[in-house]
């Protein structure tokens, strides 16, 4: 791979110039970049000063969110408000496999890395689409992930690419060839300890979340050195006798209690603070067995980058009865809050609140619903929510909303900071939840429950834009059914979303008017990203088992 | 459907639960199925909307392994209140997630002021595919519709006992439990 038709320039020509950009244009990072790009040399490499920058560096996608700030925002607005209808697909790249693709593609100097169903794994040409590579893992046959053999992809440092595989081992591979560098086992599978999780690269560490929560694991977060594959931390999710937190679990109920961390945090290099969230105290949906407020499950943690130790914790659903997951990318943002400046933790959480946070502290600021919620009549002053008792679970069954996936789920939110608005995807569905004791099984389903949508509703959903400080929706764009996918805003102006109905739609991010769309054939469940190759921009989605690329018609 | 590590044992009591769920034994009902299929084909109109055997109309269901597939009161209740539980459509393979299209009543107004009935094959945001009352395919963007109404309703007439006594009932419902998709 050559990259010398990149540089500087071409980079600059294409992000937006505001003064601060401008100002930075000759970091330390851009002007190595672009000499090293200048004497046509390969540049596959990912520092961690250079995910730093990406903000700046918007031709590459370098971190499952774009950034480590959570956005999922570009710089680049070559292809904007006015172009849009224009844009065209350029390639597709099919991994051949049953179910879906979740992956966020990483992007370096004209390589797009993926992962798929069943941890395969591929790098391809992003000009062209054709495979340099492909991966698939040797996979135990009996595995038990909750919702499809999927992964979210990548991470990267060096020449190293990072895998979280579904039979709970971390493996690095060789950016160039996919072979396997080293392959670490973190967790039993055979007790259905599984990861779907992209991992975050922090400084040399890889960090990763377990995923099992309807299966009765102990939830942990991980650090890996990227160089050896060994643990450097684990943070167990759920408290041990001894240790702080624990006394908020009846009896044994700990050592089945879940509070998995399957989504991929977000961190602040100024504290040195990851934020990761976890989900669901086990079993999801059935409490009898496990009184009290079951810490740290539904939660943001504040781990410290280099120590794994918990520097604070705020807890959105304490006890949690309806599998309200907290497994929501968490967003950075620095903004006014009440007449001071303030370093803001803005999540909007599957329980159907969107929360501000304090980050510095963990300190709740407010709370507001984003949608309908009936399971708590409001967040109180001190941030815990006020239970509307009629909404718990029992055996004859009761309606709640937002349903067991949530008012939003997994699927990555976005941040814009020239509309200084939040874009996240929503679903309307309100579920029958009926709950009843369950024994714990090694391996076994543990979710006291079964939920099914209410039999007179054919759920729906949205892609709100919302103000994330007041709770405001700015506009709604209705999809036919509940979304999957996320939402990519970018400096031209727009929002990039899928719908669960194969649709991939580019909107104003202003007003929410729908610009384009295109019909791909198969539901999205991942989140579109963009980068720049050859003076052109690339807008990448999943959906079904392809990757789809487009951009503007070459002139 | 994902696959699942039940225990044989596990397996067995999911099956004997919901064969529980079902309200009434597979035992024939005594009618007569000639005359019944006589009533589908003539009188009763029921063909005009449902195929069997590669014949009749396409608006409803394809009734070729309706016996095969349904109790003996669900098919009651399918006739005499047609409502009561509306039987799933097309069901997207590519999102497991989704929930399956039903025979509902769908109504559009385009921008130019017509109003069509029928049966949505398939929906999504930007479209509709729809089969109307005249069995006539309809595509249509939804940039070119004021509004899709869609209503919790089936589009077959209720079979009351005016229009359909007891006797003819039980011949009609012999017949469709008669339809195995092997003839």
């Known amino acids: 791979m050559r990259s010398q038709h990149r540089g500087q320039p071409r980079e600059m020509c294409y992000t937006r110039p505001t003064a601060w950009r401008a100002l930075l244009a000759c970091s330390s990072f851009l002007c190595l970049s672009a000499a090293a790009f200048g004497q046509g040399q390969p540049s596959t490499e990912v520092t961690y000063k250079s995910i730093l920058n990406a903000p700046l560096a918007a031709e590459n996608w370098l971190t499952y969110s774009g950034r480590y700030a959570g956005w999922r925002y570009s710089a680049l607005h070559q292809i904007n408000t006015a172009n849009v209808a224009r844009l065209r697909l350029e390639w597709a790249f099919q991994t051949a496999d049953q179910g879906q693709l979740e992956t966020t593609p990483l992007v370096v100097d004209g390589v797009l890395y993926g992962t798929g169903q069943n941890n395969r794994a591929f790098a391809v040409d992003a000009r062209t689409g054709r495979a340099i590579w492909r991966y698939q893992r040797s996979l135990p046959e009996k595995l038990q992930p909750c919702c499809g053999m999927v992964n979210r992809g990548f991470a990267m440092l060096g020449h190293s690419l990072f895998m979280a595989t579904l039979d709970a081992h971390v493996v690095a591979l060789d950016a160039k060839t996919g072979n396997v560098l080293w392959d670490t086992v973190a967790a039993d599978y055979r007790k259905a300890y599984t990861f779907t999780v992209a991992p975050l690269v922090v400084k040399n560490k890889v960090i990763v979340g377990i995923s099992g929560g309807e299966y009765g694991v102990r939830g942990f977060v991980d650090a890996y050195d990227a160089e050896s594959g060994r643990r450097v931390w684990r943070f167990n999710t759920v408290p041990s006798p001894g240790e702080p937190g624990h006394e908020t679990w009846t009896g044994d109920s700990w050592k089945t209690g879940g509070a998995p961390a399957w989504i991929t945090g977000s961190y602040d290099p100024e504290l040195n603070l990851i934020y990761w969230p976890t989900g669901n105290p086990s079993p999801s949906d059935y409490g009898g067995e496990r009184g009290g407020a079951n810490l740290y499950s539904n939660s943001m943690l504040a781990l410290d980058a280099d120590s794994g130790q918990l520097k604070w914790y705020f807890q959105f659903t304490p006890h949690d009865l309806h599998d309200y997951d907290a497994t929501q990318v968490p967003l950075l943002v620095d903004a006014e809050w009440q007449g001071q400046q303030k370093k803001l933790l803005i999540q909007a959480n599957r329980n159907g609140f969107v929360y501000v946070l304090d980050r510095t502290n963990g300190r709740f600021l407010g709370a507001k619903p984003f949608g309908h919620v009936t399971w708590a009549k409001g967040i109180g002053a001190d941030g815990r929510p006020i239970v509307d008792p009629a909404a718990q679970p029992d055996a004859k069954g009761v309606v709640v909303c937002p349903g067991a996936l949530g008012l939003t789920n997994w699927y990555s939110p976005s941040y814009n900071p020239d509309t200084k608005l939040l874009y996240v995807a929503t679903s309307d569905e309100c579920d029958v939840f009926s709950a009843m004791p369950q024994p714990y099984v090694a391996g076994h389903d543990f979710m006291g429950s079964v939920y099914a949508p209410k039999p007179d509703q054919r759920p729906s959903g949205s892609l709100e834009a919302l103000d994330p400080l007041s709770g405001q929706t700015k506009w709604r764009f209705r999809y036919f059914s509940s979304p999957n996918g996320g939402a990519l805003s970018t400096a031209g102006g727009l929002v990039f979303a899928g719908d669960s109905d194969g649709n991939f739609i580019a909107l104003d991010a202003r007003t929410g008017n729908d610009f384009w769309h295109i019909q791909l054939g198969a539901a999205v469940y991942s989140t579109a990203i963009t980068y720049l190759l050859d003076g052109r921009q690339y807008v990448v989605i999943p959906a079904g088992a392809g990757l789809f690329a487009f951009a503007m018609p070459r002139e | ?183």
């Open chain 2, 1 to 183: 459907m994902p696959a699942n590590s039940f225990e044989d044992s596990e397996i067995n009591a999911i099956i004997a639960y919901l064969r529980s769920l079902s309200p009434s034994s597979k035992a024939a009902i005594a009618g007569n199925r000639e005359k019944g299929q006589q009533i589908f084909f003539g009188k009763g109109t029921c063909s005009e909307c449902h195929m069997v055997n590669g014949k009749g109309g396409r608006l409803g269901p394809d009734l070729t392994r309706v016996g095969a597939a349904r109790s003996t009161s669900y098919l009651i209740d399918s006739i005499r209140q047609p409502s009561k539980d509306l039987s799933d459509g097309m069901v997207d393979p590519n999102n497991h997630y989704a929930n399956a299209l039903v025979y509902d009543t769908v109504t559009i107004v385009t921008r130019t002021g017509q109003q069509v009935t029928g049966i949505a094959r398939n929906e999504d945001t930007f479209s509709i595919q729809l089969l109307d009352t005249n069995q006539q395919l309809r595509l249509l963007l939804k940039r070119d519709l004021v509004s899709v109404k869609h209503e919790r309703r089936s589009l077959m007439p209720a079979y009351t006992s005016d229009v359909l006594g007891d006797t003819e009932l039980r011949d009609v419902v012999a017949y469709l439990e008669s339809l195995r998709g092997n003839q």
